[in-house]
Nanobody, 124 residues
Framework: QVQLVESGGGMVQAGGSLRLSCAAS????????TGWFRQAPGKDREFVVA????????FSADSVKGRFILSRDIVKNTMYLQMNSLKPEDTAVYYC?????????????????WGQGIQVTVSS
């Protein structure tokens, strides 16, 4: 199975940018659909953005559309989440996810492999 490890989290002021990394090992991300979820304090885990296996189609939540960009580096076997114009409501634990199925899913059940999560805190 593929293992996922997030990095790059931390604290940033509102309006700033941050890039999360998710290093994969054991399997090539090119054979998985990949994406990110997040869980804010006191809230359910929610879908953020995802890309299909071929990398040809991306889908993002309305709350992050135009601000967050998902990308993958095949050579490094790493996926990234570039977060721009961050808002306090973006504060959450962010999880990178992967799944061998085709297409994408906005549901937690649609993703088999999960990272441990990494904290992102956006201050006012």
């Amino acid at each position: 199975q593929v293992q996922l490890v997030e990095s790059g989290g931390g604290m940033v002021q509102a309006g700033g940018s941050l890039r999360l990394s998710c290093a994969a090992s054991g399997r090539a991300l090119s054979n998985y659909r990949t994406g990110w979820f997040r869980q804010a304090p006191g809230k359910d885990r929610e879908f953020v953005v995802a890309i299909n296996r071929s990398g040809g189609s991306t889908f993002s939540a309305d709350s992050v559309k135009g601000r967050f960009i998902l990308s993958r580096d095949i050579v490094k076997n790493t996926m990234y989440l570039q977060m721009n114009s961050l808002k306090p409501e973006d504060t959450a634990v962010y999880y990178c996810v992967a799944d061998q199925r085709f297409g994408v899913s906005r549901l937690q059940a649609g993703w088999e492999y999960w990272g441990q999560g990494i904290q992102v805190t956006v201050s006012s």
